[in-house]
């Protein structure tokens, strides 16, 4: 009898040796790596764990709240998907009331996104020229306004905690219920001859370009950059061009404004007739508008430029659109709303409340927390859902595309990461996907105080799990 448990407790011994071998293997790879960070005082929180069965493979301040930068999009895009649903579609509609020309932005981010419409073999301006073609087709020759209803969202277009210094930057674009070129412009500066010449895109008098910049002299260039002052759209350049274009990207004050103006501009050039004024305003659903244009745009679009491309201005819309969604009238998503609607929803996996604070949807609020444990069980869940393949698609590809194209290129790591990057002053991080010969493995790596080589130590993590 006794001979007979101890064989069977050697069998069963000699089966798991090897599970236990490689998981003190892994845990010894990634110590050293982590001790090395922790020696330069980065503070380090991670959680793995198997993807088929949930079993935690490595913790280390799995529970604690950190400032997780652009991780905060893997909340705000799952709870907007678990608010919203796998079909939902952006519809941005244009219509006429009598003379007047209308548009009901939806808060598609995506709305005349260059990378989006590149993407889709669409033409720049494309949205211009179709609403031009509607109107002729619809013989309009002339309008007495335009009218623009941007209440899908509330009218805080700017999130307090952003740093201020940053609000010029394209990852801080102003977010509105009618979006237009990632509510940016560019400014392309050049040497021609003895001047410096500037070229604005989209085209539009919208912008003030005031040119303060200098041609370059014999072979030196201090290079060109621009401004704009607050609240205002007159842009500043400065510096000394270079004799080859430039490009300056800069953000937009007004963007819903931005669109009804250049749309404007454009229909007087085709010959139609713009009188009146713009006015922002609620559109009631009894009024008799008539709609001639609709411009559609797939969750699982927006949800992609902002994970795979990290697009800011896609999660805060993602946000703001699930807190409208939440509520009967549909409208006036906010920042209030959208944070707890992604509370309910991490909330509903089974996160305890303190390991969370949502600020923003996209992370650049140094407000945020969350812990790597509830990363990790957001993918999990993700993982497990019928919409997997649909946020698995969202994520970057190891070595192929999105914010981590340019690492795990050997072919070992090639294709088979996917994971969402972020960063801000003193922060990275790193949460996804690694599949590998012994399964899949969900990660979530959070550093803050972090230095120069924490990306690295991040990414070696990832690659001990092959």
Known sequence: MYTRI????????????PLFSQTADLASKINAIVAAQEKKKVEI????IKAQTGEKV?????????????????ATSAGALHQLGPSFEYVTKVGLLGDKLVIIGSGDPLFGDPKFDKALNRPSGWII?????????????????????????????????WPVDQLQCWYAAQVSGLNYNDNCVSIFGKTVGSKTSLTLKPSTSYIKLVNNSRPQVAKKASGLWCNRQQGTNIVTVQGSAQKYPVEMEIT???????????????????????????NERLVKPDEPVRFISEFRTPIKDVIARCNKDSLQLAAECLLKTAGAYS???????????????VGDYLLSI?????????????????HNRISPHALAAILLDQYRSPNWKMFADSL?????????????KEAKFKGKILGKTGYINGVKSFSGVAMTSDGDYIFAIITNKATGPSRDAINRIVQALF
């Not at 101890?6 to 040796?17: E, K, N, R, T």
């Open 396 to 408: 970057a590809i190891g070595g192929e595309d999105g914010t981590i194209d340019r690492f795990f």
């Open 58 to 74: 490595y913790i280390r301040n799995a529970e604690k709240a950190m400032i997780p930068a652009s991780n905060m999009k893997l």
């Open 45 to 48: 929180g991670i959680e793995i």
């Open 252 to 278: 937009v004050d007004k963007p819903a404004g931005m669109f009804a103006y250049i749309l404007a501009e454009n229909l007087s050039k085709s010959g139609i007739a713009v009188g009146g004024v713009l």
């Open 129 to 161: 020229d179709k609403i031009i073609q509607d109107l002729k087709l619809n013989s309009v020759t002339s309008i007495g306004g335009i009218i623009v209803d941007r209440t899908i969202f509330d009218t805080n277009s700017i999130h307090p905690n």
């Open 350 to 366: 089974s996160i305890p409340a303190e390991q969370f604070v949502i600020d923003d949807g996209c992370g650049l609020s140094r």
């Open 6 to 17: 101890i064989a069977s407790v050697a069998v069963f011994f000699a089966l798991s040796c």
């Open 327 to 341: 509520k009967p009238w549909k409208r006036w998503g906010s920042w209030e709303t959208g944070r707890q609607v």
